[in-house]
């Protein structure tokens, strides 16, 4: 049975860093990262291939946001930098079996989900 556990949200300052982990057990031929804030809809920041380890990236985490794999130990992470209040949300792992040339970034194509970790930033 897939499944997805997230974990390594929490609070932290602006400028800080996190590191968000997710566990997986499945096969998967996209994950990645998506956050959610109350009223509005979710949204991918990051994304990747186990296969081929290709990813992207949404625009306003692009240099301060690292996604990676560990298939030996089936995790994927999200090193998070330069930390913003505006990154504040739920962070939620996706993952779908659906193969594609690349890894689209938008969270309808993704039916696999974790449970969520919440990520706080102050100024």
């Known amino acids: 049975q897939e499944q997805l556990v997230e974990s390594g949200g929490g609070s932290v300052q602006a400028g800080g860093s996190l590191r968000l982990s997710c566990k997986f057990d499945g096969h998967f031929a996209c994950m990645g990262w998506f956050r959610q804030t109350p009223g509005k809809e979710r949204e991918g920041v990051s994304v990747?291939?186990?296969?081929?380890?290709?990813?992207d990236y949404e625009d306003s985490v692009k240099g301060r946001f690292t996604i990676s794999q560990d298939n030996a130990r089936k995790t994927i992470y999200l090193e998070m930098s330069s930390l913003k209040p505006e990154d504040t949300a739920m962070y939620y792992c996706?993952?779908?079996?659906?193969?594609?040339?690349?890894?689209?970034?938008?969270?309808?194509?993704?039916?696999?989900w974790g449970q969520g970790t919440q990520v706080t930033v102050s100024t």
């Open positions: 996706g993952a779908t079996r659906v193969g594609w040339k690349s890894c689209p970034t938008a969270s309808p194509w993704y039916n696999y």
């Open positions: 990747i291939n186990p296969g081929d380890g290709s990813t």
